[in-house]
């Protein structure tokens, strides 16, 4: 979108919001007819109720039924000599939990949900309430040589009697007729419906391959780890691509390969780079020519659509079609969520966080993404519930604190983000916490506190954060800046406009590297630099094809008309922003609120602009609904 079409974005675009609803005309009001109905109506819905009331409290123990057709399957535990083969034992139970998640008669919770109890709790009674089923399987591996001993019970978690046990030994190149076995076992133990699909899916054997499978496993393991960080991404690639080099025919790995690189590319946890998205694609449509039938091949290349080329209704057919294959996989709606937030449509994304919530209840990624949305809308208070959630699971989180002060933040409350931030200490990889520091040392015009920590950070830059270590270095400019630390503020943000030039090339569609490039520019003075990269970030990120990444091009380009003195074309773009939800531009992504106007420095120079004034005085626009 060039700038020049901007205003006419802003004037003509609108959110989804509020439909005016049609006023009944009283002539045509029925009310004296049905008045005595809805009163007998009234009465039989108490009396329903009430026999509700007293049936849930009286009622008899369930029997084996739908309600009971549920089941979690926790972290298995590792008794190997060797505590390096603990990826071993990961890899079997989620072996097991994949192919019970593909009989569409048996609820199954993702493992992401399950991988914060330790193996074989105590309080298996609170656990299955929490996860919301009937039945727990617990079990251990203990992998010797080419041998494996695994034992697995079932138990059902309201009276935490054992249902079914058993103990298999087998030989590494016999591994996966345990993992049918034990499905198939509790299938029958819970009376499911298995139809011969299902029986076929859950028999397959992935590879032919034990060394391609022990790479597999070690790569799936680095993928279930609680927190994804680019050494977990690399350490998964690493060994899923030495698992397809060993056996060029294992379509699941190829499959997860892609997953992987997809994830990566969409949320920058890797260089969003040319060849990454290359990779994405060759491995989803690899796995696809292996095996059309494979559900994880299927997601994988729904994700490539979705995350490498935004082609969302394609993207929305493939997780429709793997659904057919992976009934119980939270990944689906998961994604679909996704997609509905980038078209902007907030009801249907909501709608599919929550069922996603009801298969992976415990999922800290898939709260705090839906917590993520609620500030996106500025609906705060909601995106604090989802958020202590997520605390209730992991305390003491760092990324999940910061994002909490965030929203202090674009509240006002400098305060209580101070008191949340002051605790933190967070590394060089933990970038938003690390910018939400620095955010609110600038939002407080204290910046002096947190210069110190930038420049330690920065005099051994991790390679590994690629173009961030350039965002970085423009955050210590402008603490410098705030701190009339002029020379020294001109300086970093020179080396900052390098460091980020080094990556642009091979990252040319990566708006938030585009608009770190334009604000550092703007700073440096050059404002037709700035204002020709906000182009190209825009061009890269439309905002009709992303509803909460399109706009941040546009609040760089509303700071940028800021600092260059250009009230009415930063006031016009404000204005619009205001009233929309979206992703914001700075540390965790908070969009603008009227507060932020308030106390961020960069529009220091609209204070004495009655339009600003207004706008930094209104209402915080939360009443932007779904």
């Known amino acids: 979108m060039p700038i020049a079409l901007v205003f006419a974005w802003a004037f003509e675009l609108t959110p989804e919001g509020l439909k005016r609803t049609e006023e009944v005309d009283p002539a045509e009001s029925i009310t004296h007819r049905t008045g005595r109905k809805i009163d007998f109506t009234i009465i039989g819905v108490l009396l329903a109720v009430i026999g509700g009331l007293v049936y849930q409290r009286y009622r008899p123990p369930l029997v084996a039924g739908e309600s009971e057709k549920s089941i979690a399957v926790l972290p298995f535990e590792n008794r190997s000599e060797e505590k390096a083969n603990a990826y071993f034992a990961d890899g079997i139970q989620d072996e097991i939990l994949a192919r019970l998640s593909k009989i569409a008669d048996l609820k199954v919770i993702s493992r992401t949900s399950t991988q914060h109890y330790k193996s074989m709790p105590e309080n298996l009674r609170d656990i299955g309430s929490q996860l919301g089923v009937a039945y727990i399987l617990e079990g251990s591996v203990q992998k010797s040589g080419d041998t494996v001993r695994v034992n697995v019970q079932l138990i059902k978690a309201a009276s935490d009697s054992h249902l079914w046990s058993d103990t298999f030994d087998r030989k590494l190149t016999d591994i996966f007729s345990v993992e049918t076995e034990v499905a198939k076992a509790i299938a029958d133990q819970l009376r499911v419906n298995l139809t011969g699909r299902e029986e076929q899916t859950i028999a397959a054997r992935p590879t032919d391959n034990p060394e391609a499978y022990d790479a597999y496993l070690r790569g799936l393991a680095f993928t279930l780890k609680a927190a994804t960080t680019p050494a977990t991404t690399l350490g998964a690639q690493k060994y899923l691509r030495q698992a397809v080099r060993l056996d060029p025919k294992f379509a699941l790995s190829w499959a997860l390969l892609s997953y992987v690189d997809a994830i990566s590319y969409v949320s920058f946890n890797l260089q969003p780079t040319v060849a990454l998205r290359k990779e994405t694609r060759e491995a989803a449509e690899t796995a696809l020519s292996l095996q059309p039938n494979l559900g994880e091949a299927v997601l994988a290349k729904g994700y490539y659509h979705y995350a490498c080329l935004k082609e969302y209704d394609t993207a929305v057919r493939y997780f429709e079609q793997a659904r057919q294959f992976l009934p119980n996989s939270s990944r ?146 402008w603490a410098q800046g705030v701190a009339g630390e002029h020379a020294a503020a001109q300086e970093s943000w020179r080396q900052a406009r390098s460091e980020l030039e080094s990556f642009f090339k091979e990252q040319p569609e990566n708006y938030l590297l585009i608009g770190d490039l334009a604000l550092t520019n703007m700073a440096l003075g050059d404002n037709a630099a700035a204002l020709k990269l906000i182009e190209r970030a825009m061009a890269a990120i439309p905002i009709e094809k992303d509803a909460i990444a399109g706009p941040a091009p546009i609040e760089v380009l509303a700071r940028v008309a800021a600092g260059m003195g250009d009230s009415d074309r930063a006031i016009i773009v404000l204005q619009k922003l205001l009233s929309i939800p979206y992703d914001g531009v700075l540390a965790s992504g908070v969009p603008l609120t009227p507060a932020l106007l308030r106390l961020d420095p960069m529009f220091d120079p609209l204070r004495n602009d009655p339009r600003f004034e207004k706008l930094a005085a209104s209402l915080a626009p939360g009443d932007v609904k779904k």
């Open 332 to 477: 689906i709606p998961e994604s679909l969520a996704y997609v509905a937030r980038r078209q902007g449509q907030w009801n249907r994304s909501e709608s599919y966080f929550n069922e996603a919530e009801r298969l992976d209840p415990r999922n800290v990624n898939l709260l705090t993404q839906h917590a993520i949305s609620y500030i996106e809308l500025r609906r705060f208070s909601e995106a604090l519930r989802k958020l202590d959630q997520v605390l209730d699971i992991t305390p003491d989180d760092v990324d999940t604190l910061a994002l909490i002060a965030a929203v202090a933040q674009a509240e006002g409350d400098l305060t209580r983000a101070a008191a949340l931030l002051a605790p933190l200490h967070p590394a060089a990889g933990e970038s938003p916490a690390l910018e939400t520091q620095a955010y609110q040392a600038i939002l407080e015009r204290r910046p002096a506190q947190i210069i110190p920590r930038l420049k330690e950070i920065l005099a051994r830059p991790d390679p590994a954060l690629g173009y961030q270590n350039g965002e970085l270095r423009f955050w210590l400019g």
